[in-house]
């Protein structure tokens, strides 16, 4: 029963929105702040191929995640210096993010001999519970059969969110984003949180990039992400910049990758690419939808200074 | 009073921007407890030596002494360390938190977890000491202008000021508010509070003052207790030697026909409510009609209603005999409308643009500077150097963009576009607004050459005096009704001050 | 004040109205041989010579004229992306989606040109493809440019959505579906159908065909449309000041909305373009090579401007082409990826340099510690 299509459908989903989950987290931080970091799938590329080499050198995958994450933030800290230091359009410093990642990715995974695409899968993440809860009909693989990252990451998505909306540094967090000038005049530092929060969506992706090598595959191949980081983008604006609804979303959109597959075991015939496209169709449509409503574009929409330098002194 | 102890200093405080000097060599000296107004003209200094107080801009030169111990403000916080807080002209509000989370938003207090029913009674309980009427629950973006400045004030005494900073106050608030809260600042200083009170208005500051420091020029010019002085005096530290001449600077009209009918007009503003409200209003070829109000009663709708740049829900414009009410804003301008509107750098210019790119915003569609399609860059070029020369706009080199002019040069070349395409009525918003006295003079006398060749002008002003000096009809609106209107002659400050609280005339 | 302080000089950033010429031509160069300085750390960190690889790869860009034929039809669509990119820009309006334009394009070309170009004479065919392809661009720009104009949904996001749905769309053609497309000879390995011979761009030199006369064409064109006519003014206006441009009598929304359906058109183009010249059939993986987000590059660092483009993209078109060529000398070929991107690191870093002049301030008071440079960085 636990090897039915269904359950390992809804299984596979989780998996698969793990990684997205991660980087659109952190991509959802750093836009809460007002800085909008296109560079999601460039971060999560260098984040994948770090993370691989890491675990290679340590034997351990925690370590390889943490090297992956941190690889990440250094991408991220190049975006916040141009973005938030420099004041330079973030659309041009992320896309430069993307082409420098997926560029710099390769590079490095071609560099060792043999290349790191011709090597034997590393030592992958185990699931948490072996045996026990995962045997348990249809809700074990769902719910018990993963890994210690899918736990985390649904640990990490009520954290942003109980922290969003409840903790001190979440309501700074969300002023800075929406007004940098009160945030500022409150005493709060403009700066100092944008920084803060593009490196933690650096490292997330960068987790989100590790997650894909050293949890999916095991191995490393040229632009392994295969467009995750921009769905993971995707996911901010459909899941209106909540936290919550940026998770389940990671999950329905995780459930769409893996649709093809379940879809040939019951043989309909859906084509692939159709399937492919829809994560980015209702992105658009959720988009259009809010703001086209006066009320709901205020409220439900990207924080009002999202992409927009702040300087305090003008005259 | 006198022997109150010697709370904060300021000690020859210097800021420029950009090669500008806004503050020279500025002292001023504030005990606790007392109501200390800044004086000064638009441009005098007087807001930049308040960021400067509450550590917002951080000045070149000078030292902040709070009881006598010397503080260096990088950041506002640092300034709220030393409880010294500001409310800003532009509220520094999240319009999408509500009342309690802005209130608590960066206060080193707040819990790390916050909670929400015991900040919103935090709140209430503090609304309840000050006497201070809002709702902690409430969204910010529901509520009016006066209760956001009671919320700016609520975040200063959340976090336990000493002194509060309050700059122009009373710009955004009808008479009534002004009054509430003069009362709030009075009961504030019986807390033993320090309020600084930013100000060109001699009345407000003569009611609510004990001390006054007058600014003119970015400088300090003196200090004196408000018991101690008058008008005349604070007057002649404001404007310094020159003296202002009580006449009016117009002589009689000679009004002819009606140049601008607008009939039972109605607009609505950004948020779809009624601004203007069934307004009757006529402009007659040379005479000068003032529109005095205080800020945000309709003003901006009316003139961008007039303009052609906001779409009336009722009611119609008349330009010059023609029904304007459907025409678009080149249509009007071709019917003889000129409009200096009242965001300058925003509106009035597109300020990242060099000057000749400015100067053909009326004219870039006919010849000789356009032909067919093309802009011809001769006639442009051509174009610029004969306006610049003809109304004096200085500081101007081709190439350079508007942003980098001084604000009197902006106004002239607007004003030189403007009336270079030969209005019949010229619609000015505010046009000397921050100018110094050089380029207010000069704006008053293209005012005034314009009535005298015939054309007809509306001028709307904040400023009771500017429109004393020059028109020859104040019409007082409020609420966007026409509340009572006088003539040249007979201009009674007390019954247009009444008006501009929303009192009609006595018929 | 005291006196026995120390004074340190500091810099700061003064705002300059229009950069001196030398700078606004030295410009591009300057950011190029950043990302050159930058890439060459990076081959010596990883142990190569960087003047042995950067002269293989000038020889492989310019080294011939095999080599600039093939560096001239590289650039060919990069020119069109690029255009697209600086327009919209121009006007802050952020089109990513040069690059779903580009399939649409594409798409919309061959489409045409398996319909109806056959017996056609070959003027009249590929003036009708390229119209086609044009035409696509502007229609899946329009996607994007409707929303922006009635609701003012957020353009960034729009385009780049329509990217990936353009990319499916294509990959649906020609790999998921055996559709008008698709050349169903050919079942084990999935390709485009070849166009008629009507409308296969004509020759000009060797490899370089047709398209990139058309290309420079369209560069000159829109030049002259933004500096010199009052459709130009307008745009520049809005691009400055969308209230500015309402006090002017300009119809923003519409002004926006044709903006965006232009440089959707360029980027059309640059897919039709490929169509009729060096691919002569829908081949999704030879279009998928990210011409658009290149396209974004080659603007910036032309600095938006349309006749800067021209010479950009041979530059960016040669360092593409060149990626091969290294490949045989040991270098991994995504070395040009590596390098287009720390160009426009460059160029996004060094704008604020082109717009302020750097001063050192007349010495601080060392009164005030705290005091920052007036224009914090």
Redesign the interface.
């Known amino acids: 029963m636990n090897d039915s299509v269904v359950v390992l459908t809804l299984a596979g989903a989780i998996v698969a929105g793990t990684p997205l989950a991660l980087a659109a987290l952190g991509e959802l931080l750093g836009q809460r702040s007002g800085v909008m970091n296109l560079g999601v799938e460039g971060m999560m590329l260098v984040g994948a191929v770090t993370a691989i080499l890491g675990a290679e050198a340590t034997g351990t995958p925690w370590l390889g995640l943490a090297l992956g994450g941190a690889a990440g933030l250094c991408l991220a800290l190049v975006h916040a210096v141009l973005a938030v230091s420099w004041r330079v359009n973030q659309v041009v410093s992320g896309l430069a993010l993307v082409i420098l990642g997926t560029g710099l990715s390769s590079y490095i995974g071609k560099l060792p001999d043999p290349p790191l695409g011709d090597r034997a899968p590393v030592e992958r993440f185990e699931p948490v519970f072996s045996g026990g809860p995962a045997d348990v009909p249809i809700l074990g693989p769902i719910l018990f059969g993963h890994d210690p990252i899918v736990y985390l990451s649904v640990l990490a998505a009520v954290g942003v969110s109980a922290f969003l909306y409840r903790a001190r540094g979440g309501l700074a967090l969300r002023a800075v984003g929406e007004s940098p000038a009160t945030a500022d005049a409150a005493g709060i530092s403009v700066t100092r949180t944008r920084y803060g929060y593009v490196l933690l969506g650096g490292l997330m992706a960068g987790m989100g990039g590790g997650y894909v090598t050293l949890a999916l595959s095991g191995t490393w191949q040229d632009g392994i992400t295969a467009g995750a980081g921009w769905i993971a983008f995707a996911l901010v604006p459909f899941a209106s910049w909540r936290p919550l609804r940026c998770l389940l979303a990671a999950w329905a959109f995780g459930a769409l990758t893996n649709l093809n597959f379940t879809l040939q075991l019951l043989e309909v015939d859906v084509p692939s690419d159709l399937l492919s496209m829809l994560p980015f169709v209702m992105t658009i449509v959720v988009l259009i939808a809010v703001s086209a409503r006066p009320r709901a574009s205020r409220l439900l929409a990207a924080p009002a200074a999202l992409s927009e330098p702040y300087v305090r002194e003008t005259r | 009073m006198s022997e109150s102890a010697l709370g904060v200093e300021l000690q020859?405080i210097r800021k420029?921007?950009?090669?500008q000097v806004a503050n020279e060599d500025v002292d001023l000296d504030l005990r606790w407890g007392e109501v200390h107004a800044l004086l000064g003209e638009n441009g005098a200094g007087k807001s930049t030596l308040c960021s400067v107080l509450a550590g917002?801009?951080?000045?070149?030169?000078?030292?902040i002494l709070v009881d006598g111990v010397e503080h260096?403000?990088?950041?506002?916080?640092d300034a709220?360390?030393a409880r010294i807080g500001?409310v800003?002209q532009?509220f520094?509000?999240?319009?999408?938190?509500t009342v309690a989370?802005?209130v608590?938003?960066?206060?080193p207090g707040?819990?790390?977890?916050?909670d929400r029913r015991q900040m919103e009674s935090d709140v209430a309980a503090l609304c309840e000491r000050y006497g201070i009427q809002v709702d902690p629950a409430a969204l910010v973006?529901d509520l009016s202008v006066g209760e956001q400045q009671r919320v700016e004030i609520l975040?200063l005494l959340h976090r336990g000021v000493h002194v509060l900073v309050l700059d122009e106050p009373t710009a955004v608030l009808t008479p009534a508010e002004a009054e509430a809260l003069f009362s709030a600042l009075r009961g504030l200083r019986e807390e033993g509070k320090t309020i600084v009170f930013v100000s060109h208005h001699l009345d407000e500051v003569l009611a609510i003052a004990d001390r006054v420091t007058v600014m003119r020029k970015g400088r300090r010019v003196g200090q004196v207790a408000a018991a101690d002085t008058d008008s005349d005096q604070l007057v002649r530290m404001m404007v310094g030697e020159q003296v202002v001449s009580p006449e009016r600077l117009s002589g009689p009209a000679s009004p002819g026909p009606v140049i601008l009918g607008v009939k039972a007009l109605e607009v609505q503003n950004d948020l779809r409510q009624v601004a203007v409200d069934a307004l009757d209003l006529e402009v007659h070829a040379g005479e000068i009609v003032g529109i005095a109000g205080v800020a945000g009663n309709g003003q901006r709708e009316l003139a961008e209603a007039i303009?052609g740049?906001r779409r009336p829900t009722g009611g119609s414009v008349v330009l010059n005999g023609r029904d304007a009410t459907s025409l678009?804003?080149?249509a009007r301008?071709r019917a003889g409308l000129g409009?200096v509107?009242e965001?300058r750098l925003?509106?009035?210019?597109?300020?990242?643009?060099?000057i000749e790119?400015n100067l053909?915003?009326?004219s870039?569609?006919r010849a000789p500077i356009?032909r067919g399609?093309?802009?011809s860059?001769r006639a442009v070029r051509q174009w610029t150097d004969e306006l610049v020369e003809r109304f004096d706009i200085r500081g101007v080199?081709r190439?350079?963009?508007m942003?980098?002019l001084s604000g009197g040069n902006v106004q002239r070349a607007i004003l030189a576009r403007e009336m270079a395409e030969r209005p019949k009525l010229l619609l000015a918003a505010g046009p000397t607004r921050g100018l110094d006295v050089g380029a207010t003079a000069a704006i008053h006398r293209l005012l005034l050459a314009m009535r005298d060749e015939g054309g007809g002008v509306l001028l709307i002003s904040e400023d009771l005096e500017e429109l004393e000096l020059l028109a020859d009809r104040i019409a007082v609106i409020y609420g966007g009704r026409i509340m009572g209107e006088q003539a040249a002659g007979s201009f009674d400050r007390d019954s247009i001050g009444r008006m501009m609280a929303g009192v009609r005339a006595e018929a | 004040m005291a006196p026995s302080r120390l004074r340190i000089p500091r810099l700061r950033l003064e705002p300059r109205g229009v950069p001196p010429i030398w700078l606004r031509l030295a410009f591009p160069v300057l950011a190029l041989a950043g990302a050159g300085c930058a890439g060459a750390v990076l081959l010596l960190l990883t142990g190569f010579s960087p003047w042995t690889v950067y002269s293989a790869a000038g020889d492989a860009a310019f080294g011939t004229s095999l080599a600039w034929q093939r560096t001239l039809v590289s650039s060919t669509p990069l020119i069109l992306t690029g255009l697209a990119a600086a327009v919209a820009f121009r006007m802050r309006i952020w089109n990513i989606g040069g690059e779903g334009q580009l399939y649409i394009g594409a798409i919309a070309a061959s489409g045409v040109a398996l319909a109806v170009a056959d017996g056609l004479p070959s003027v009249i065919a590929i003036a009708v493809v390229l119209g086609a392809g044009a035409l696509g661009g502007a229609v899946w720009a329009g996607l994007a440019a409707a929303p922006r104009a009635r609701f003012g949904t957020d353009e960034v996001i729009s385009t780049l959505m329509l990217n990936f749905i353009a990319l499916f769309l294509m990959n649906y053609l020609i790999f998921g579906s055996e559709g008008f497309w698709r050349d169903k000879e050919r079942l084990t390995y999935p390709t485009g159908r070849d166009i008629p011979e009507s409308a296969v761009a004509p020759e000009l030199w060797g490899r370089l065909h047709i398209g990139f006369l058309v290309a420079v064409a369209v560069a000159v064109g829109l030049w002259i449309l933004l500096r010199s006519t009052r459709w130009g003014y307008t745009v520049r206006l809005v691009g400055d000041s969308t209230r500015a441009a309402r006090y002017a009598g300009v119809r923003v929304p519409r002004r926006i909305a044709s903006v965006l359906l232009l440089s959707g058109a360029a980027a059309g183009l640059a897919g039709a373009i490929l169509i009729i010249g060096s691919l002569g059939s829908l081949e999704p993986r030879a279009l998928a090579i990210n011409l658009g987000y290149t396209g974004i590059i080659v603007a910036a660092v032309a600095r938006l401007n349309p006749l800067a483009v021209v010479p950009v993209a041979v530059a960016v078109g040669g360092i593409s082409s060149a990626g091969p060529a290294l490949q045989t000398s040991g270098v991994p070929s995504e070395l040009v990826l590596v390098l287009q991107g720390l160009a426009l690191l460059v160029v996004a870093a060094s704008e604020l340099l082109m717009s302020n002049r750097i001063r050192f301030a007349p010495a601080a008071p060392a009164g005030a510690p705290s005091a920052a440079p007036a224009a914090r960085r």
């Open positions: 020859g420029s921007f950009y090669g917002l801009y951080r000045p070149d030169a000078g030292r260096h403000f990088a950041s506002p916080r709220l360390d500001m800003y532009h520094r509000l999240v319009d999408t938190f989370e802005n608590v938003l960066g206060h707040t819990p790390a977890w916050m973006l975040k303009a740049l678009d804003v080149l301008v409009f509107p965001d925003t509106t009035g210019v597109a300020s990242g643009l060099p790119d053909i915003m009326r870039f569609g356009s399609p093309f802009v860059q080199r190439g350079l963009p942003s980098l």
